[in-house]
């Protein structure tokens, strides 16, 4: 899942134009460094960390003497001893094994319940992720949204309420300590109180499809004063060109797994050649076929039919193979002005005739 963040920024969704430094793995293995209240999730950690070793050791230490002391030194040579049964050893070799996996089972049981059991403050802050193949869009506690990258408050719980529009994803948080299956058409939820100010790595950790380890997202824990200037909430389309830029940067995060910009097939179409710069400077969409409703038809790409293919993708389906199965996802919560930013994007790339 790290080789994510050397790739190719144009085909990487979720690109962050500065991602979060790479994952360091602390000592013995573990996790990278805290940085939320979750301590229980490394003292399990350890402790099963431990008692492997200890019986591994143990164990492969028995077999070692035993092959020694009591191998055959004659080929008719009798067997040392005839017992076949022990029942004070097997009850020690049950029992033993038992308590220990109890203790772990209660251990990691209560650290399970601690992250479910959504607390008061945490219920106040509450934010929307939203997976889909192969994204995150987040929804924050004022109804804003950002896609790729999420800010939250240090020193002050956040929960997320999780659903997934396509399927079982998982929301990921190494450093956070927090892990939670996102599963289609049910209601999951989880918590955490941020305790330093960073940026750290979000993934999805369970198979979801070909680019499954691009789905990648960042955290951002920043300050209440810089919380407070809302830096989700920056988008500039004062002009075509920082329109196109916006775009583009989105494109990066929602986009780039399924379509190229220089014409090499994807899971879905290439945004290359959508449109013909005119001499004047305006645009002209190309001719496309597609399917409504199973019939063939030919229409000419305009705004109108890109947001439409954005919001209800399903509505016209472009008839080439292998485009011809559909299966897009609906982006339906994207801001007009984001759309406009992406449709500015697309002409960006247009070729002069």
Same mark, same amino acid.
């Given at each position: ?57 143990v ?12 191998r055959? @030194?004659?080929?008719?040579? +009798?067997?040392? =001893?005839? /017992?076949?049964?022990?029942? &004070?050893? %097997? *009850? ?38 939203t997976?889909?193949q192969w994204?995150w ?11 790729g ?7 002050k ?21 927090? @892990?939670?299956?996102?599963? +289609?058409?049910? =209601?999951? /939820?989880?918590?955490?109180? &941020?305790? %330093? *100010? ?87 969409g ?14 000419t ?8 293919s ?44």
């Amino acid at each position: 899942m790290f080789a994510l963040l050397t790739q190719d920024p144009a085909r990487t969704p979720g690109h962050i134009e500065n991602p979060a430094p790479p994952l360091a793995v602390a000592a013995y293995g573990q996790l990278p460094k805290l940085a939320s209240t979750f301590d229980h999730v490394d003292g399990l950690f350890y402790f099963t960390y431990i008692v492997c070793i200890f019986f591994f050791v143990v164990i492969v230490g028995v077999i070692a003497v035993s092959v020694v002391l009591y191998r055959r @030194k004659t080929w008719d040579q +009798p067997a040392l =001893s005839n /017992v076949t049964h022990n029942t &004070p050893l %097997e *009850v020690v070799w049950t029992v033993i094994p038992l308590i220990i996996v109890m203790v772990m089972f209660a251990w990691g049981f209560k650290g399970s319940l601690d992250m479910t059991n959504v607390p008061e403050a945490a219920s106040r802050n509450l934010y929307k992720a939203t997976a889909k193949q192969w994204n995150w869009a987040f929804t924050y506690p004022n109804g804003q949204q950002s896609f790729g990258e999420v800010w939250v408050e240090v020193d002050k719980p956040v929960a997320f309420a999780l659903e997934s529009t396509d399927v079982l994803h998982a929301f990921y948080l190494p450093q956070m300590r927090v @892990k939670r299956d996102v599963i +289609p058409g049910r =209601s999951q /939820v989880v918590w955490f109180e &941020p305790k %330093e *100010v960073g940026d750290y790595h979000l993934f999805c950790a369970e198979y979801c499809g070909n680019d499954h380890s691009k789905m990648y997202a960042q955290l951002h824990v920043v300050s209440a004063e810089e919380f407070a200037k809302k830096p989700w909430d920056k988008w500039d389309d004062s002009t075509p060109a920082a329109a196109a830029k916006s775009g583009e940067s989105l494109y990066k995060q929602l986009c780039a797994s399924c379509h190229s910009v220089n014409g090499i097939p994807g899971v879905g179409p290439s945004w290359k050649g959508l449109f013909t710069k005119n001499a004047d400077g305006t645009f002209t969409g190309r001719q496309r076929e597609v399917l409504v409703g199973g019939q063939k038809q030919t229409i000419t790409i305009d705004d109108a039919y890109i947001i439409e293919s954005i919001k209800t993708p399903m509505a016209k389906i472009v008839a080439e193979e292998p485009y011809n199965r559909g299966g897009m996802s609906a982006f339906d919560n994207i801001e007009d002005r984001k759309i406009a930013g992406m449709i500015q994007y697309m002409k960006s790339l247009a070729e002069a005739k």
